[in-house]
Nanobody, 124 residues
C-alpha cells in the first residue's frame, strides 16, 4: 500500500488549503482513511477520519466547522479541505489508512498505512 499526499504549502492565517491523498496497492476493501498531523516534538494528533464501512466521518473538536474530509472518485483517494487556517494548524499532515472500520479515529495505532506527509505552514 502506498499513500501519497500533496497540497501542503505556506499560507497566511485565514486562508484555505486542500490536501490530497492518492492511495495505491490496496488489496482489501472496505478501508478507512484519515488525516493526522504532527509538530516535531509533539504527539501525533487526529484531524479527521472517513470510515468506509458506514460512510461516517469524524473530526477533532478544533477542526469542526473549518475542515472537511471527502472521498475521491476512487475508493482510495481522499481530500482534506482546510478553511480559516490558524498558525496553530502548522504541522506535517499525514494521510493514513486501515482495513475496514476503525473503533477510534483519534488513535493513530489503528492505522497501519501512512504516507510520507506534507508540510502545512500558516503564518500570522
Amino acid at each position: 500500500v502506498q499513500l501519497v499526499e500533496s497540497g501542503g504549502n505556506l499560507i497566511q492565517a485565514g486562508g484555505s488549503l486542500r490536501l490530497s491523498c492518492v492511495g495505491s496497492g490496496f488489496t482489501f476493501d472496505p478501508s478507512s482513511m484519515a488525516w493526522f498531523r504532527q509538530v516535531p516534538g509533539k504527539k501525533r494528533e487526529g484531524v479527521s477520519c472517513f470510515n468506509s464501512a458506514d460512510d461516517s466521518t469524524w473530526y477533532a473538536n478544533s477542526m469542526k466547522g473549518r475542515f472537511t474530509i471527502s472521498r475521491g472518485t476512487t475508493d482510495h483517494t481522499t481530500y482534506l479541505q482546510m478553511n480559516n487556517l490558524r498558525p496553530d494548524d502548522t504541522a506535517i499532515y499525514y494521510c493514513v489508512a486501515a482495513r475496514g472500520t476503525v473503533a477510534d479515529c483519534a488513535d493513530y495505532r489503528v492505522f497501519g498505512y501512512w504516507g510520507q506527509g506534507t508540510q502545512v505552514t500558516v503564518s500570522s
